[in-house]
Every structure is written in structure tokens, then in C-alpha cells.
């Protein structure tokens, strides 16, 4: 794909966050960190559409802490249309790794994920997407 080069006017403060982005985040110039933020905002516009996508949410967590299982338990129920299966691995004596594979409307996979990694006590939680065609 070709590149193109635009100039781009911004304030001082701006340009100094901009600058600040690009060494927080070892990226090489800021044509790199501005690329990185514009694909962020799209992909993030996608996970809030009517399209029908495939996805995985990955959740890690003490099940030590029982509210924790209950909670991702009946959230799950509440979206059984839209869960495809669950794998549950046990980490080690107290962290369990689950992966949820969904399929359906990117809201609806989206909502699905943030109440699950929302749950107070989830140590990380992660949704990726596809699409399905
Ligand atoms: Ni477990």
C-alpha cells in the first residue's frame, strides 16, 4: 500500500502528548503513533456495529474468590445465544484461564465482554474479533 503524506497542525500541548505517546509506547516516529491511534478508533467503531463477528474473551482469575464464579455464571446464562463453548484451565492452585468463544452482533459481544471483565476481581480480561466472511 502506498503512503501518503499529509501535514497535520497541532497545539504545542498536544504535540508534546503526541511526542510523550510515541517514547511511552517505543514507537518509532509519530507517523507510526498516529497510525496506531486511527486503526485503535476504527476497530473500536467496528466492535460497536450490527456486523455478525467471531470472537474469543479471555478472562483470568482467583476462583478463590466465589462471588467471582457466580457472577461470570449467570452473565453467561443471561447470553447463552451468543456463547459457542468455554474452556476452563486450571493455571495453577488458585488462577483459572478461561476462554469463551462467542459469535453474533459485535455489540452484543462487546457488552457480553465488559460485563464479564468488569466483575470486581477479574485480574485480565480480554475480548479479540473477527470477522466471519
Ligand atoms: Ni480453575
Excluded at 501518503?4 to 508534546?16: A, D, T
Aim: with cysteine; hydrophobic share 40%; net charge positive.
Amino acid at each position: 500500500m502506498g503512503v501518503v503524506r499529509f501535514s497535520v497542525s497541532l497545539e504545542e500541548e498536544l504535540l508534546n502528548e503526541l511526542d510523550r505517546f510515541v517514547k511511552d509506547n517505543i514507537f518509532s516516529n509519530r507517523s507510526q503513533a498516529i497510525r496506531n491511534l486511527i486503526e485503535k478508533n476504527i476497530v473500536e467503531k467496528k466492535w460497536h456495529c450490527n456486523n455478525v463477528v467471531a470472537g474469543a474473551i479471555v478472562l483470568i482469575y482467583d476462583h478463590n474468590k466465589k462471588e467471582i464464579v457466580l457472577r461470570l455464571n449467570d452473565i453467561q446464562h443471561k447470553y447463552f445465544d451468543i456463547i459457542l463453548s468455554s474452556q476452563h484451565f486450571h493455571l495453577n492452585h488458585n488462577f483459572c484461564f478461561e476462554i469463551i468463544a462467542v459469535k453474533g452482533v459485535a455489540k452484543k459481544l462487546t457488552e457480553l465482554s465488559d460485563k464479564l471483565i468488569s466483575i470486581k476481581g477479574i485480574s485480565h480480561g480480554k475480548l479479540i474479533m473477527s470477522k466471519t466472511d
